[in-house]
């Protein structure tokens, strides 16, 4: 995880650093700073904390300059202290380095800096690289006469990062260096954004939104040197390159949080049009069908596929799942989901007409573009079914479908995944089409998708109940989230968002898994949230609902509009529109967002900075 950004050029960069790093934390919020060059040394500031605690530092404890570094952390070694974040400092000032990745070998590496009579202050891991990243150019210019020379740097930075195991993506100044930033890549991406007299590196494009529109996307063992005047790249392998420069496509940064209190929120409330842009312009009507503009494979090579893979992680692996029945009922393709974080190291035997979907909002989570790298080495096509624009995986799948959700802030995911849910039903019914799914079925899913907007803005209608409920509910520490068919990986979301947001104890499962242990927790604290839609099989969880309810257990329901047998039965009831049982998902997740995000607000948990948490998981 951890958000980087660099500059050199001509503006004031601790603005622009702190600005870059305001757009980065959601990739981690758990201290930031920044290090810019003075001339003759290099200044950092740093804090535990927020982008604004450093801002609050640098009120009283001001640096200036027009190059500099920035990192907002996620911790992996070490606390959450000052001393722990970054920029780092190697030897005695010589090198000041920022890092987002894991440094698997640092405690070997430690000991040796440790016997050289290297000092350490920090904890972390990236401490290793800055005093390494140190010696090196110590040595290196011990056997140079030229002390100025940008090479002895570039190349103490390369012996640096072959002694490395782990991931890396580093951005290193140099105290005699003054006009120069090096950046290097393996595993943790980087981005160059191109501008006139100036130079910005960064974890992802946001930083470089409103400065330029023209970048390079470092690939993996590529190095970039960096002036005010010049760019140089080059391959670990290969040797220098000449730079690909790509327009950025629109990336938004409308962030803005209008009248709501919480992105969470305003993200629950954004669903009806998020929901209606995951389906703009990819309905065939003629055809019932929908249509994909990013697939990049033809019908022969998409009828000849016989297996679907869906791979991805959190909140996305549940929209995986319920990807899963959509793809087997309607286009009667096996389907598996995979956490993506298994599937890297696993072997399964995956036959030569399998594709594979990677589903993830941010695009860069490391487990997905992992299982993604390992799929493709293995020849299989891969997809991705991605929100963020340009983002890693997005750029190295073979294609791919947005979902054009806009910016999600909130770290608990939400419009992402009923977007996503979305674009696996529109799969089921490309694929559906090209198989058994006959022209009027085709018409009639269409028809239903199209209504679903207008569903959703009168699903959100519950949001009133909800907050009272959720008012009743929030000193419980242990709930139960149980649903059948389509409803079961609504169960597991609803649990994990309680879980990330409240720090609740949740847990989800199928209703009728219940019976077979966990039916042991039930007693009168432990509450159970009911997903009871009608549909087909509505009896069998009226079954599950009434064991809990013998044993005096709590229950919350999730059920349809006008259900008085369901409302009699349980202590709380939250109505939602009756729809046909494949797009409950879409309906029944939102009154589960809702009441996860009011037991956190009761529970006076920062929602939309979870601890422990980051939006982007970019480690292992
Ligand atoms: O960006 P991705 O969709 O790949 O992220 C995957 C998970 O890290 C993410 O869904 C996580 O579980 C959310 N915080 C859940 O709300």
Redesign the pocket.
């Known amino acids: 995880m951890c958000g980087i950004v660099g500059y050199v050029g001509f503006r004031d960069a601790t603005d622009l650093l702190i600005e870059g790093l305001r757009r980065l934390e959601y990739r981690g919020y758990d201290s930031a700073g920044i290090a810019i060059h003075q001339g003759d040394r290099i200044e950092c500031r740093k804090r535990a904390g927020r982008v604004q605690e450093l801002e609050k530092l640098l009120e009283s404890d001001p640096i200036s300059g027009s190059v500099g570094i920035g990192h907002t952390r996620w911790a992996t070694h070490g606390e959450t202290t000052d001393v722990n974040s970054h920029p780092h400092v190697g030897g005695n000032g010589e090198v000041v380095i920022v890092h987002n990745g894991v440094i698997e070998n640092y405690s070997t590496l430690r000991t040796k800096l440790q016997a050289l009579g290297f000092v350490f202050r920090s904890q972390t891991d990236t401490e290793v690289v800055a005093h390494l990243l140190a010696h090196h150019v110590e040595e290196q210019l011990k056997l140079s006469d030229d002390a100025e020379g940008t090479e002895i740097y570039v190349r103490a930075l390369e012996i640096t990062i072959s002694k490395l195991k782990g991931t890396y993506g580093i951005v290193a100044m140099f105290r005699d260096l003054p006009d120069v930033i090096i950046a290097a890549r393996a595993g943790s991406p980087l981005v160059v954004g191109v501008g006139k007299g100036e130079y910005y590196v960064a974890s992802d494009a946001s930083p470089l939104v409103g400065y330029t529109d023209e970048v390079i996307y470092l690939q993996d063992h590529e190095m970039v040197v960096l002036t005010t005047t010049s760019i140089d790249l080059r391959h670990r392998d290969s040797g220098q390159l000449s730079p690909n420069i790509h327009t950025l496509d629109q990336v938004s940064t409308d962030t803005d949080l209008g009248d709501f209190e919480h992105y969470m929120l305003k993200e629950i409330f954004e669903q009806p049009q998020t929901i209606a842009n995951a389906m703009r312009g990819r309905f065939n009507e003629d055809e019932a069908t929908a249509v994909f503009g990013g697939l990049n494979l033809d019908p022969q090579q998409l009828r000849r596929i016989d297996r679907i893979v869906l791979t ?5 692996w549940h929209a995986g799942l319920v990807g899963e029945y959509l793809l087997e009922e309607f286009a009667r393709v096996p389907t598996e989901v995979e956490y993506a974080s298994e599937l890297r190291y696993r072997n399964p035997p995956l036959e030569d007409n399998t594709m594979v979907f990677a ?7 490391a487990d ?1 573009l992992a299982a993604l790298r390992e799929c493709k080495r293995k020849g299989h096509p891969t997809l991705a079914i991605c929100n963020v624009v340009g983002s890693t995986i997005a750029r190295e799948a073979d294609g791919g479908i947005y979902l054009h959700a806009g910016p999600e802030v909130g ?3 939400t419009k ?1 995944f009923t977007s996503q849910v979305t674009v696996l039903t529109l799969l089921a019914l490309f694929f559906g089409r090209m198989r058994h799914l006959s022209y009027p079925a085709g018409k009639r899913m269409i028809s239903r998708l199209k209504e679903m907007p207008e569903i959703i803005e009168r699903t959100l209608k519950c949001n009133e109940v909800v907050e009272e409920i959720s008012s009743r509910y929030s000193q419980f520490n242990n709930f139960l989230y149980l649903g059948r068919l389509y409803n079961f990986p609504v169960a597991l979301e609803g649990a ?2 309680l879980k ?1 947001i409240s720090y609740i104890h949740a847990e989800g499962y199928p209703a009728a898994e219940m019976k077979h242990g966990p039916i042991a927790l039930v007693d009168e604290v432990t509450p159970s949230v009911f997903v009871i839609p009608r549909g087909g099989i509505y009896p069998k969880v009226m079954s599950n609902l009434e064991e809990v309810k013998a044993r005096k257990g709590p229950v919350i329901a999730i059920a349809c509009e006008g259900d008085t047998k369901v409302a009699d039965l349980v202590d709380d009831v939250i109505f939602v529109p009756d729809v046909e049982d494949y797009l409950q998902p879409l309906v029944t997740s939102i009154p589960l967002q809702l009441l996860s995000y009011y037991i956190a607000v009761n529970r006076g948990c920062n929602v939309d900075r979870p601890r422990n ?1 980051a ?3 970019t480690v292992e």
């Open positions: 991805a992680c959190g909140t996305s589903i993830t909002q941010s695009g860069e989570t997905t770290v608990a995911s992402a994990l968002k990330e948490l939006k982007s998981v």
